[in-house]
Structures are given as structure tokens and as C-alpha cells.
């Protein structure tokens, strides 16, 4: 599993001092923190680049705001009195600053140092629901915010981002052990685990404990996508075209690189094909189909929306490229389309798995 085995990266604060404050928010003498849990560690929001964040209390729980420093450590306390919900955290230089107060990194729990539901805000442009611990630190003038969460909640809250929740149930249960699979095979930050972008996961708010979202993780707690004894970072994609690819199809294998399962056919894509096509500028180079590092390079170049798949052909009219694809995304593990069309037509979240990771079985991380 990838739960942080070592450091605590909240750790408690020494002696906490009374202190008033011009803005209202609570400054309050308060017991220390118990040691945090274990966690799963996102980085958020850094597409924004914020200078400034706003933290409030999303809850009924009372949120608790402590700088990490050796001694004498500021608590601000959040609760739902007017007045006292919100804080802003501005960067200057590698330090974070709440009016006066500056420290190099700021810890937010509830009080007993368990995750609290908190909202965080890139003030004017997008604001996040996070069931988790935060950490907020700050590098050359740009924040960074690491929200750390249980696994199960990070599950749901991806699920939540990567499904409809009118979905079939057994293919959220077939995405949530995906996710869990992805989640517990690796680490691919080195401050976080994972970011929230599609680099690693997209994060949601975490979906309410009655939605069948949450059902579906409930429902296969723990579970994971298992090769040779360990999770398997299981990746998908959201159309496939018809058959799925192995990461040697679409160029991102390297050397050394264990990923036992190989591309099948998908029977749902086949009998539902979606068709997409767009045009892009003659000056540039059309890209390599199947090459998976090239699409996002010109994605980026031409934006996400001229080559949404890897399958795709590419013919020049005099004017431009043509480009005619069947798939959306990599195309690599399991084909969401086709998970979807599966459990409406009767099949289990095993059968799926099985379909689109051959040479895995399921493990529990228990």
C-alpha cells in the first residue's frame, strides 16, 4: 500500500499561547494535536498556481488551523459562528502568511487531529469540498496545498469525478477498484503522492455517504487489482474504440516496466462506435497514432478537444490535417464505455475486471 509507513507530516505542535486578532477568527490556547493517521497525500489546485487561498469550515466539525514551528504555535479555530469560518493564506516568498502570522507550512485537522470536511478556494476563480487533513506550504511565492485523506475516501471522491452516479453499480464497483488499484501501487510526486489532474487522478468533493457512489466503494472495500502478490496500478480510459491497448501499443513502456496485462477486445465499443473528427493548422506535424506522449504534446499545442484518443487517421486536404478518431483517451486497461455497457447487460464488476486486466486476479489489501 502506499500509506505513508515513516514521517507524520502533521506532526503535533509544542506549546500553543493565547493571542488576539484584529480579524475576529479565534485564537485560542488548546490542547495538542493527536498524531495523525496514515494517508493518502493529493496535491490540489497547484493548475492554479494560487498566491493566495481561502480556507473555511465546510462541516458541522470545528476546524483547527496550527503552525508548524518548533514552539509557541498559533491555533485558529474555525466554527459556524459568523465571523469565524474563514481564513485566508497568502504566499510571500517560501513562507505562508494569515494576517500577521507567518510560518513556513500550516497544519488544518479537526481538533482531536482527525480529516474534517474543509472547503478551499483560489479566491475569484474555484473552490473544493475535501474530506482530509491539509497542509498548506508555500515555494517561491505560489502555495501548495496537500490535502491528506483515507483511501476509501479518495476512492470515492475519484469515483464520483470519474463515473455518473446514475451509472450501472457494478461498473462504479468495477471503477472503484480501479482506483484503489491506481492509488495503492505507487507514488508519482515527490512533496504528494498524487496530484489531482489527470496526470495522476481527478479529485472530486467526496460524494454524500447515502449515494451509490459511496455504496460502490463500501461495497468493495479494500479491494484491488492484484499481479504477483501486490496492487497493480490499473490505468483506464473512457472510450476505447473497440479493442484496448497494452502501455507498449501507445509508446509509454519503458524498459523494466511490469505491466503483465495486454490490450483486448471490447465488444461494447465495437457494437457502438464513436466517431470523432477535428482539423488542425497544416504548419504543424500530424501526430504518430498510437503514440500517446506525442497526442498530449499536440493536444496541448492545438488544445484537448483536437485529439481526444489515441486511434486515430490523419489526412492532409491542402488546407490542414483531417483527423478521424474512434477512441477517447489512452485506451490502455479498462474502457469505461464499455464497463458501463457491460453491467447494464447483466455483468458483474468481476467479470469486467477480468475482461480488461487478464493475468490479474482481486486482492484485498488486508
Known amino acids: 500500500m502506499i500509506l505513508r509507513p515513516a514521517s507524520n507530516p502533521f506532526p503535533r505542535p509544542h506549546l500553543i499561547p493565547s493571542f488576539r486578532w484584529m480579524l475576529s477568527i479565534f485564537l485560542l490556547s488548546a490542547p495538542l494535536m493527536a498524531p495523525a493517521q496514515q494517508d493518502v497525500r493529493f496535491g490540489v489546485l497547484g493548475l492554479f498556481h494560487p498566491h493566495e487561498l481561502q480556507l473555511e469550515q465546510a462541516g458541522a466539525q470545528v476546524l483547527t488551523v496550527v503552525a508548524n514551528t518548533p514552539v509557541h504555535s498559533p491555533l485558529f479555530v474555525l466554527s459556524g459562528d459568523p465571523g469565524h469560518r474563514q481564513l485566508l493564506f497568502r504566499a510571500e516568498g517560501d513562507r505562508v502568511h494569515i494576517g500577521s502570522f507567518s510560518a513556513g507550512s500550516w497544519v488544518a485537522t479537526s481538533r482531536d487531529g482527525s480529516p474534517v470536511l474543509l472547503r478551499l478556494t483560489v479566491p475569484g476563480k474555484f473552490h473544493r469540498d475535501y474530506l482530509a487533513r491539509l497542509v498548506i506550504t508555500a515555494r517561491k511565492g505560489e502555495l501548495v496545498a496537500v490535502v491528506g485523506m483515507n483511501i476509501e475516501t479518495a476512492v470515492a471522491s475519484i469515483v464520483a469525478a470519474e463515473m455518473e ?15 484503489r488499484s491506481f492509488l495503492a501501487a505507487s507514488v508519482r510526486h515527490q512533496d504528494f503522492d498524487f496530484c489531482d489532474t489527470t496526470h495522476c487522478q481527478f479529485l472530486k468533493s467526496p460524494p454524500p455517504a447515502t449515494s451509490r457512489v459511496a455504496s460502490a466503494v463500501l461495497t468493495t472495500q479494500d479491494l484491488v487489482i492484484g499481479y504477483g502478490g501486490k496492487p497493480l496500478a490499473a490505468m483506464y480510459s473512457s472510450r476505447c474504440g473497440g479493442h484496448t491497448r497494452g502501455l507498449h501499443d501507445v509508446g509509454m513502456q519503458t524498459a523494466g516496466d511490469d505491466y503483465p496485462y495486454y490490450g483486448v477486445l471490447c465488444a461494447w465499443c465495437r457494437r457502438h462506435p464513436v466517431v470523432w473528427h477535428s482539423q488542425v493548422d497544416k504548419s504543424n506535424r500530424a501526430p504518430e497514432p498510437q503514440n500517446e506522449q506525442e497526442r498530449i504534446s499536440a493536444a496541448r499545442q492545438w488544445g484537448w478537444g483536437a485529439i481526444p484518443g489515441s486511434d486515430f487517421t490523419a489526412s492532409h486536404d491542402g488546407s490542414g490535417w ?41 486482492i484485498s489489501l488486508r
Do not use: D, W
Not at 453499480?169 to 477498484?177: H, N
Open 165 to 179: 452516479e446514475s451509472a450501472p453499480i457494478e461498473a462504479l464497483k468495477a471503477q472503484a477498484v480501479v482506483t
Open 322 to 362: 483531417l483527423l478521424e478518431g474512434h477512441s477517447v483517451g489512452h485506451g490502455v486497461g479498462m474502457c469505461q464505455h464499455g464497463a458501463i455497457g457491460m453491467a447494464q447487460s447483466g455483468v458483474n464488476f468481476r467479470e469486467i475486471l477480468a475482461l480488461y486486466y487478464p493475468n490479474t486476479n482481486l
